[in-house]
């Protein structure tokens, strides 16, 4: 390793970095603007300026940028000289000269890093008399506000926008003292990473508009550690809450997850929280069908003798957590337990799991996708599925750019002249879905097709990696199949990427056939499947490939099985069509349903129990990557609502069964769930347990400047209460503590002296980029299987199913806003969410003859029905034109209102709907009040 | 009746002819933005945002993209322009040589500051920091023409109906 000298002092460095990366990494402070860790450096602010000496004997130096400067064994440097000191100084002073003096009112103050740095430089006095320039702001949507006043021109929003997540919406125009960075016309900001502007933008130009409506300074925020409900992704998050409420959701960093970014669902969706849906009481059904509210107490002693009889059953959920699921299925036993999947997706998120298990190939997490040098995606539009893997997958593409770098021995931060250089060369990606994708602009190829051949292209591709003969398919299909076959076969560490949402078990097969055929070619191949949902992996380890459907519980439920049913953290009307579900819920005379909030399940409840959201509660989720991962209760739940785990716990204690006797705290249930369930028994390694101390005392959710603790209830009283105390978690409600070198799963916030801006971060990462210095977060619990990769490979022995004419296949359109239950809810992603829709292609509107914005019916072909009798249609749904999408397939929007009734993968007759109104086009009305 | 025309957002079968043309000269389409402005604006006098979006998707790039190129050069006019546009050199040589009185001669003659336009559509008065003619001070351009040497007196002059055949 090189040793370079900074102000007198000698200090080993790791190779290849710049002096910039260098000097944070070693703890000192060098102020910075552009340079981003996940971006490079393009030198562009001049921040960063240090001295640099030819030899010993040079007593002038000269100034150069530390961000574009290599560390190189023996350099000298100066941070500390005069002239760099003078050098930086003089930047910020030059950066000022049009920056507003708003920060009283701008909702970036106090974690603004042009606060930060401006300090850090010591520029106090103004010399500048002149008039600052003004800019005309943008609306830019309802999660995102624009003023560009504050601007200083860093690039930083167009370099992460338009070169690390492929939006082209975002532009800076102009030049000079009158550089714009906006949008060509005032509009909705189309990347769905948008939101990370808030983060990267070292001042408060792109601010989170939903924060900035109900505004906390964030030294006021309560935080805790956290992690996305949103998707299966598992990114970590840390979520302020002021006033019980929740106030924003910043990134929490894992190297190997999300690392600095998340997707805007996940940032903004989990306003949900807030919602005034939410139970705050017990409610019991009275006979007039009206719910009357009970204390906790009394809730508990009607559960309890609810499931005396023993004959209970239980529905859980892939969005809850491990431990509510476990004693669910505890309490009811396993088989009268449902984890909580609709009939198609059971088996396939089983499937997932068992693929993944048995696989010799390595599941990756995001940091390892990123390293892919050629990729294959069967069946997932990933953008709108899993968000933050397609951010991943447009880095992985970049490989074959770092590849050429490598060539000229360019160093991997030179980040303008890497893009320079590759232009638009890229590591292949292969995308074969039913329709068009948002990555469709990086890829070598996409080709729409229906399921079956998804899974038939790719059972020809795994036949060709492993020189088998190939089925006999279409020869354009097989012309496909030979050259991604032989991408693949080429990489370093190829990647194929599945997953349930295309509804199709061969699809899922076909991939993992082609990841292990690479394996037995000595490729190092990865195979990454997506599930829908927080914890659906999670379900699938705890009950394995045997637990009942919820039509085997319905038709249980029908012979009158069952007394009672307990339905944890779940929408059923969400899961299958309303007949099965209503049957269901008509059949058991106790239903009692413990949820966060209104539903049409908890609404046809007879017993509902308020439950805790994810961020008043504990919990393990096991992310699709098979990563056990833990969230903690950002604030205490308001009156009666629990959280799911304590209300079944208490249950239990009451019909004193004898499993929970012992156990007490939330850790108990994770450490009983991990002795029982051996697919779940690294969980308990997802975070410390309530023993933690760091250095002896607690980790604090409360910065050391959480003001107005005493004020907050003035209005009440002018005593100010006792802190909650926290008796489940390493962690406190409270200022007192060490936020410091803790394990990365108990990061609340981030903050360092002279750093109060996200980009503290630094100053908790072992060196600048990497790891934190306590650990990345989570425990693995998929490791990859060596002995299997001499299975047998078994042939694709599917038949496709026959479509009769005037059928089409049903295949699920996602939308990153709007097919996810909960954060469809919060209120500013409930503008960006479309009503439902269909999407068709010409030849299919042609044969219905329908346009963009008509209505179709779409009906069950049904034998057991006589075709001239009048049947309800599935559902009624606008269409929507979309000439990409394969022969014979017909999409929905799934999730969205409307298609409860479809199921997946079905064929359904299509025709034109008669006294269809058009909808009135859609107004987003959230521009109003204040303009921070 | 000009900004009528201008509005006209479709390109024409000769501005693709050219413009595709230069598509010919470079790798990827994105690299003619340049060419396609200046062809654009010289068939239309300048780029509306009709145009702009037009050009946009004949190059496969988005707006915002293209409107980074547009406005990052003064001589791509994302406002209507006169039919004449007049670039007053106000760099140091001619600042020395007097295109101050320069200036206020020409707007008291056109009745027009700086960014303006005339009544009549016939000129736009626009700053131009240096021509490359520091020898020849005060120079500035009406439209194709350069004059050098231009006494601010007599600026009038050049402003005279038919004063461009002389």
Redesign the interface.
Known sequence: MPVIQIDGQEYEVEAGQNVLQAALSLGLDLPYFCWHPAMGSIGACRQCAVVQYLNADDDRGRIVMGCMTPVADGAIFSLEGDKARGFRESIVEALMLNHPHDCPVCAEGGECHLQDMTVMVGHRDRHYRGKKNTHRNQYLGPLINHEMNRCITCYRCTRFYRDYAGGTDLAAMAAHDHIYFGRHEEGVLQSEFAGNLVEVCPTGVFTDKTLVKEYTRKWDLQSAPSVCTGCAVGCNTMPGERYGKLKRVHNRFNAEVNGYFLCDRGRFGAGFVNSDKNLEFPGLRLTDGRFDALDHHAALMRMTTACHSGKVAGIGSPRASVESNYLLRLLVGAKNFAPGFSDAEQPLVELAFSLQQNSPALTPDIQTIESADAVLVLGEDLTNTAPRIALALRQSVRNKAYEMAAELRLQSWQDAAIRNLAQTMRSPLFIATTANTRLDDITEDRVSLSPDNIASLGFAIASLIAGEPVDEIDQALLRRAEVIATALRGAQRPLVLSGTSCGSAVVMQAAAQISQALCKADNRSMLSLVVPEANSLGQAMLTGATAPTLSALSKRAAAKEFDTLIVVENDLYRRGPKEIVDALLANIPNVIVIDSMDNPTLSASSLALPAASFAESEGTLVSMEGRAQRHFPVFVPAHERRSSWVWLLACMKELEIEEVSNLHHFDDVTRACASQIVALSGITGAAPDHHFRNVGVKVPRQTHRYSGRTAMHANISVHEPKQPTDEESPLAFSMEGLNRSQPGSLLPYVWAPGWNSNQSLNKFQSEVGAPLKGGTAGARLLLPTAGSVNRGMHKSNFTSAKLQSGQWIMVPRYRIFGSEELSAKAPAIAELVDSGFVEINNVCAQSLGVIEGDGVELQRADPQVQSDMLKAPVATLQVRINDTLAEGCVGYSAGLSGTEDIIVGEPLALQKAQGWQRPSPQIIGTDGGSNV | MTMRQNLIAVLSEGEIAEIDAELAHV??PAGAAIDALKIVQAHRGWIS?ES?KAIAQHLG?????L??IA??YTLIFRRPVGEKVILLCNSVTCWMKGCDSLQQNISDQLGIGMGETTADNAYTLLPMTCLGACDKAPVLMIGDDLHEDVDPQSVAQLFQPGAEEQ
């Open positions: 790798p990827i945002d702009l790039m988005s707006a915002a993209e409107d980074g406005t990052f």
